[in-house]
């Protein structure tokens, strides 16, 4: 029996939610807008909000002056490769964890998760020490591992809430049909398991992506991802308002896309299966 | 079911993942409590020997260091009841009838997706910016002067800006939680004439208490530690400094390593607080 509601009760509803949604997003709107402005109209007063000349001009700057590719490519480099280690690492370990429980596993999993919740900060003298002497300091490879050990947690978190999901009796009826361990996880476990790991690793690359304090302090030229980029117009520049708008929407709108597809695992993941 | 040998092969999966984590954790926080013991300055001779708590209460008593503890509890604190009281109205709102529901979640979810840097600088920029910033605009067509927001309203910005980036977070896991509902009570109470207020605080607020609570330890944890919204907008100044910003800045600015060090220490056992509270929840989760 579903609640019954008058229409004018669901007009007043819809009214203040999309008043209040656009509220919210508007922010995002505002520096997608001004990113097809001239850098006059981006600071006119009073402010205009759709009737300018739109022109790609801004983006044509943005990829012709800073190196933007190069930034980008950084970004999906260590953002992309550190959910592939993580996941490399983090497969087998919460496979085990969820199919071969010990006594120690809630145990384990635990401690997992408490390394999430060390305060880069207090590391992060040691860190730029190892990198400087390991000559990793503004390398990809570097960041790659320490993106990939930050979100390891939730990588095995995640894997194991969805791993725990696949019934133990289908792999019980492989070994009893004499699969081998290597033959059921890659004949039975894998295909099962693909859809859980494909939101794990979307959802950790947009963790990963958006990282802004390892990505800030540890690269200078040559290694910088996108959040350096932007973080690099944070001078008092106000007459490059509309530079930085193209810049913000080519940094945020592949994430903000691939978000809205993992509105669900982003419940599951970040709350580590405590709300479902 | 698992025999001996699926034991010992589930260790070994196990171990990369281990090891890892172990070496992250262990290796540098090691070294943080051991420079946190010398007089280390990089720049200024290097390693100049064991000082032994000196650093701890040089850290301590450091004119910096309660305006940075105030600061930090500051932005935690306020942004934690600005994303929990709207979070929640707007989780009952999101959670009504109504049309383009699907599309309004993504326009609210959608802040949580910018990476910080970009937030932070739009905010600075386009919104705060005391001459072309769009308050500035909407003071001015009020009559109002305009506000310089990241030097005189300092904090109100920072807090503002945090807030909006968690507000999504807070209001998606607070929707899952009044989503899973049951229908039927909230029916029985409303078939009984329950006045919506009570309905509110007997059925939907006992309901979402867990919810709240994990939204509350997960935020202070990524909230203690903010810093690209610092970093990119006051640096620090204007009264901004948290811990955390006070740490960087002994450790990188001034490489004062054995000063930065003995506040990493301190950072870490707050958070180490916080995060055995977590610890408790998610762990009664996973038994059930």
């Known amino acids: ?276 | 079911m698992a025999t001996h040998q699926s034991r010992s092969a589930a260790r070994l999966m196990m171990a990369p993942a281990v090891v890892l984590l172990l070496g992250w954790m262990l290796v540098p926080l090691s070294m943080t409590l051991y420079f946190s013991f010398k007089k280390y300055l990089p720049l200024r001779g290097g390693d100049l020997g064991w000082v032994g708590l000196e650093n701890y209460t040089r850290f301590v008593t450091s004119s910096a260091f309660w305006p940075s503890v105030q600061a930090t509890l500051v932005i935690v604190g306020a942004v934690l009841v600005i994303t929990i009281v709207l979070g929640i109205l707007l989780a009952m709102l999101l959670d009504q009838p109504m049309w383009g529901q699907g599309i309004v979640r993504i326009l609210v979810i959608a802040p949580f997706f910018v990476m910080p840097t970009v937030s932070a600088l739009v905010w600075k920029n386009m919104f705060m910016d005391p001459v072309n910033g769009l308050f500035a605009h909407l003071w001015q067509f009020f009559g109002l002067a305009p506000i310089e927001w990241l030097s005189q309203a300092s904090m109100t910005s920072i807090i503002m800006i945090v807030s909006w980036q968690w507000l999504p977070f807070a209001t998606l896991i607070l929707l899952t939680a009044i989503q899973s509902l049951d229908g039927e009570q909230m029916e029985a109470a409303e078939m009984d004439g329950a006045p919506a207020l009570s309905k509110f605080f007997h059925l939907v607020l006992p309901h979402m208490a867990r919810a709240i609570t994990i939204v509350v330890l997960i935020q202070m944890i990524f909230l203690l530690s903010i810093f690209a919204e610092i970093f990119v907008t006051t640096q620090g100044s204007f009264g901004t400094r948290t811990l955390t910003y006070l740490i960087y800045q002994r450790v990188l600015e001034s490489q004062n390593v054995g000063l930065g060090s003995a506040g990493g220490i301190f950072a870490v056992i707050l958070a180490n607080i916080i995060a055995i509270f977590l610890m408790r929840i998610v762990g009664k989760n996973l038994d059930a």
């Open chain 1, 1 to 276: 029996m579903a609640r019954t509601v008058t229409t004018n009760r669901k007009i007043i509803n819809t009214a203040a939610a999309w008043t209040i949604g656009l509220l919210i997003f508007f922010p995002i709107l505002w520096t997608i807008l001004t990113s097809f402005k001239s850098e006059a109209t981006a600071i006119a007063d009073p402010p205009v909000f759709l009737f300018f000349d739109w022109s790609l001009e801004n983006y044509r700057v943005v990829l012709e002056r800073s190196d933007y590719g190069r930034f980008l490519l950084n970004s999906v480099i260590i953002a992309g490769g550190s959910i592939i280690l993580g996941i490399i690492v983090a497969v087998p370990a919460a496979w085990s964890m969820a199919f071969v429980p010990g006594k120690y596993t809630k145990d384990i999993l635990l401690w997992m998760l408490s390394t999430k919740m060390l305060p880069a900060v207090g590391v992060l003298y040691p860190i730029y020490l190892i990198f400087i002497k390991m000559g990793l300091l503004d390398s990809r490879i570097g960041l790659t591992v320490i993106l990939m050990l930050i979100n390891l947690p939730i990588i095995v978190w995640m894997l194991y809430t969805y791993f725990r999901e696949i019934p133990g009796e289908i792999l019980e009826a492989a070994r009893m049909d004499g699969a081998t361990l290597r033959e059921e996880i890659v004949y039975v476990l894998t295909p099962m398991a693909v859809p859980g790991i494909a939101s794990t690793l979307l959802l950790n690359f947009i963790l990963a992506w958006n990282e802004a304090f390892w990505t800030l302090n540890l690269t200078a030229a040559k290694a910088a991802p996108l959040t350096a980029f932007i973080a690099s117009y944070s001078s008092p520049e106000g007459l490059f308002y509309a530079k930085l708008s193209a810049a913000s929407t080519m940094a945020i709108a592949p994430i903000l896309i691939l978000g809205w597809f993992s509105q669900k695992q982003l419940v599951r993941g970040l709350t580590f299966g405590a709300v479902k």
